[in-house]
Structure formats: structure tokens, C-alpha cells
Antibody, heavy 114, light 109 residues
Framework: EVQLVESGGGLVKPGGSLRLSCAASGFTFSNAWMNWVRQAPGKGLEWVGRIKSKADGETTDYAAPVKGRFTISRDDSKNTLYLQMNSLKTEDTAVYYC?????WGQGTLVTVSS | QAVVTQEPSLTVSPRGTITLTCGSSTGAVTSGHYPYWFQQKPGQAPRTLIYHTSNKHSWTPARFSGSLLGGKAALTLSGAQPEDEAEYYCLLTYSDSRVFGGGTKLTVL
């Protein structure tokens, strides 16, 4: 069974940093293109960014609101996806999901507040 | 960045048929945008219904179908059930990004 489990969410002050993890199982993680998506409270879905597989260059793309502040990386030896979030703003408050193909994790909540 | 548009809300009668649409500010939606459709119920993570315009997953009820219609991606629900009441999101792929629509709140009433 394909499974994605996010962790690392919590409360952080504006300007702070946080790293989210997404543990993957049930598929060949190293071959997968992985995405992060977020959803602010009571709002719609917002694509955050994507990382390709190593075979496809491990390149990353980001949505405009997070470009330059967020970094997506992967550790294929650990079957884990990461989202490093720096210079956090209150508007980054959201549930963050990792996704591959049709499969969504359950999400992890990030709250940016003083 | 492109803007993806969906109807904010729609209502369908039980056993009725309704089509949700997904448009792009850059022009006609094509198969090259690899349209996805997701369903989200309150308090739950989204789940994928349709990928690459019209392909279903094993868990996608047969009453849902995807297509391209009039320059937009479309999700058609034929024979609506009470459990289909939910928020529906489309997702389009562009050269270096992916963009969600704002979502359609579907009421079955």
C-alpha cells in the first residue's frame, strides 16, 4: 500500500524556519516525482513545489509565493521528502501535504504566529 | 503565474447530472495541461478522482468522468449521490509550475 506520512509541523514565529518531512512507503520512492501542496485554514489548495526523481535530474520548481524561501529536497536512501521553510510569514500558515501520483499524505499543520 | 478558474458553487439534485469546469487564464485547456480533479470533504485530506483529463483510479466511482469541453477541463457527475457533496478542485500543469483552481463547492440537494 502506498503511504505518505508528513511530520515536522508546529508553531513558529514570523521570520523563523521549519523543516517538514514526508516518509514514503509502498512504492519505489527513488523513481517518483514528489510534490508539496498546502491549504490555509478555510481556504483552497495551493501547489507549493515539486522535485523530480534523480534520474530526471532532481530538479525543483516552486510557486511564486515561496520561491527563494522554501527548498524541497529528497533522500532516496531514507525514502523521505523534505520541505525546508525559511523566512516564514503568517500567510504560510497551512496544512502541508506531500503528494505523489494519486496519493496524498494526511498533512501536517504549520502555524506561523507571534 | 496562470490563474485557474472554477465555479465557486453548484447545486445538483439527487440522481441528477452536473458538470464542473476548469479554465485557464492562458487560453484553452488541453490534454497537455494534464488536468487532475480532486474531491475534498470537510476535515479530510483531498483524494484524487481523475488524472490526465479522463483517467480514473480504482476508487473513483463510475458516475464521475473527466473530459475537455469548450476549451476547459470538465468533471461530470452523472447520478449524484448525497455522499458526493464536497469541494472539488482541479489542477493544471504548466511548463514550470502547477496551479489549482479555487475549488467548487458542490451541494447535493
Amino acid at each position: 500500500e502506498v503511504q505518505l506520512v508528513e511530520s515536522g509541523g508546529g508553531l513558529v514565529k514570523p521570520g523563523g524556519s521549519l523543516r517538514l518531512s514526508c516518509a514514503a512507503s509502498g512504492f519505489t520512492f527513488s523513481n517518483a516525482w514528489m510534490n508539496w501542496v498546502r491549504q490555509a485554514p478555510g481556504k483552497g489548495l495551493e501547489w507549493v513545489g515539486r522535485i523530480k526523481s534523480k534520474a530526471d535530474g532532481e530538479t525543483t520548481d516552486y510557486a511564486a509565493p515561496v520561491k527563494g524561501r522554501f527548498t524541497i529536497s529528497r533522500d532516496d536512501s531514507k525514502n523521505t521528502l523534505y520541505l525546508q521553510m525559511n523566512s516564514l510569514k503568517t500567510e504560510d500558515t497551512a496544512v502541508y501535504y506531500c503528494i505523489t501520483g494519486p496519493t496524498w499524505g494526511q498533512g501536517t499543520l504549520v502555524t506561523v504566529s507571534s | 503565474q496562470a490563474v485557474v478558474t472554477q465555479e465557486p458553487s453548484l447545486t445538483v439534485s439527487p440522481r441528477g447530472t452536473i458538470t464542473l469546469t476548469c479554465g485557464s487564464s492562458t487560453g484553452a485547456v488541453t490534454s497537455g495541461h494534464y488536468p487532475y480533479w480532486f474531491q475534498q470533504k470537510p476535515g479530510q485530506a483531498p483524494r484524487t478522482l481523475i488524472y490526465h483529463t479522463s483517467n480514473k483510479h480504482s476508487w473513483t466511482p463510475a458516475r464521475f468522468s473527466g473530459s475537455l469541453l469548450g476549451g476547459k477541463a470538465a468533471l461530470t457527475l452523472s447520478g449524484a449521490q448525497p455522499e458526493d457533496e464536497a469541494e472539488y478542485y482541479c489542477l493544471l500543469t504548466y511548463s514550470d509550475s502547477r496551479v489549482f483552481g479555487g475549488g467548487t463547492k458542490l451541494t447535493v440537494l
